[in-house]
């Protein structure tokens, strides 16, 4: 039904929302098969991050490499007497700075290992389970061995990086640290 005008002749119908929709895409130049489409300069752009993205990550992993040869090269510390720790026994000190605890153990009387305290899965402490001859951490159980800080069972995605010991006469001193497992002890 047309509309009528209260006081004068009959307007025409308008279909108002064909007009509008019209209007909308003719203003704003939007084609929604071209959005499917990637252009070439968003490819390149793309690609560019992508390949700085990828060198910035390799220079990340050649630094730390660099580091932890510098690891090596770390002060000489006196870490205790030889007869402070008994057979079965642990110390925990700090190493090379005061905020790094490690453990110092002697799984045995003739043998002293070190590790980084801290677990290489979320950095709980680990604590020495004699019974079980091993490293613990009590967060997630996880197991490493007290003789080489290799990961024995559970979440811990490495090794505990190791302190390196020599004996010097009464006394184990730490003279570096090198991650992965080791295959030293003192
Ligand atoms: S923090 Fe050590 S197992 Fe999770």
């Not at 390149?44 to 050649?62: D, E, I």
């Not at 090269?73 to 790094?100: H, M, S």
């Not at 402490?125 to 079980?132: E, F, L, Q």
Request: hydrophobic share 40%; glycine share 6%.
């Amino acid at each position: 039904m047309k509309p009528v005008a209260p006081d004068g002749p009959e307007v025409p119908a308008v279909d108002a929302p064909a007009v509008n929709d019209a209007l909308w895409r003719e203003e704003l130049s939007f084609r929604e098969e071209d959005e499917r489409y990637v252009s070439r300069r968003q490819f390149g752009k793309f690609l560019t991050l992508t390949s700085l993205a990828m060198f910035a990550g390799n220079v990340w992993l050649l630094l730390r490499s660099m580091m932890r040869k510098d690891d090596t090269e770390l002060p000489e510390t006196v870490v205790a007497r030889i007869d402070e720790v008994a057979p079965g026994g642990v110390k925990v000190f700090n190493y090379p700075g005061p905020d790094d605890p490690c453990l110092l153990v002697r799984p045995d009387a003739e043998t002293f290992v070190a590790y980084d305290q801290k677990c290489t899965h979320l950095s709980c402490a680990v604590v020495y389970a004699p019974r079980r001859d091993v490293l613990e951490c009590p967060c997630h159980h996880g197991f490493f061995s007290v003789r080489t800080g290799q990961v024995l069972a559970g979440p811990p995605p490495r090794p505990l990086p190791r302190i390196r010991l020599v004996r010097r006469g009464d006394h184990i001193v730490a003279v570096g640290k090198v991650d992965g497992p080791g295959d030293e002890s003192t």
